[in-house]
């Protein structure tokens, strides 16, 4: 069993938070909990999406999201759940407002992941808020609530509670 410390070695970055879940499905929303995942360099294995045009590809290969965020979101009264706006990889004890464009993302031991955009988010999820208001996760109307794409830069395994590393974007 390795320690904190050498994880924290092994990762290469401070040590900020975990995996709450992963969630893949075969198509929509919501996406269903899983234990461990492959990740590929187009996403998570046995996960599909409906509309390929606007999800999924090398640059929208993962979609992350704050389980904070997720929690903040329900006390506003949004319905919305773990999956149900369609990440595929859920995230707890991150600073989410510091998950940007750039910032790199290392998942367990293997995965190596850039964040390469924010999220438009669309009506599939509209279930997920009051009155289907999706719009509540839309980087340009609420900065910081919007979930997140990335790219894929070392693929391998994920698992629940991985610990994750993030990375500042180079300047």
Avoid at 10 to 37: D, F, M, Q, W
Avoid at 75 to 100: F, K, L, M, R, Y
Avoid at 109 to 135: H, M, W, Y
Wanted: aromatic share 4%.
């Amino acid at each position: 069993m390795r320690s904190e410390a050498n994880r924290s070695d092994l990762l290469g970055t401070h040590l900020t938070g975990s995996v709450a879940a992963i969630n893949i499905s075969n198509g929509g929303v919501p996406k269903r909990r899983v234990n461990g995942a492959q990740v590929s360099r187009l996403g998570l294995e046995n996960d599909t999406q409906d509309d390929k045009k606007h999800h999924g590809g090398p640059d929208r290969a993962v979609c992350l999201y704050s389980l904070e965020r997720i929690r903040s979101l329900q006390t506003e009264g949004h319905p919305i759940d773990i999956g149900s706006a369609g990440e595929n990889v859920t995230v707890e004890g991150i600073d989410w407002d510091q998950i940007v464009p750039g910032v790199t993302i290392r998942i367990g031991d293997q995965v190596l992941l850039e964040v390469a955009s924010f999220t438009n988010p669309c009506k599939t999820i509209r279930a997920s808020f009051i009155a289907g208001g999706f719009i509540r996760i839309a980087q340009k109307l609420h900065p910081g609530w919007s979930r997140v794409y990335a790219r894929v830069l070392r693929e391998g395994q994920i698992r629940f509670g991985d610990p994750i590393g993030v990375t500042p974007a180079s300047d």
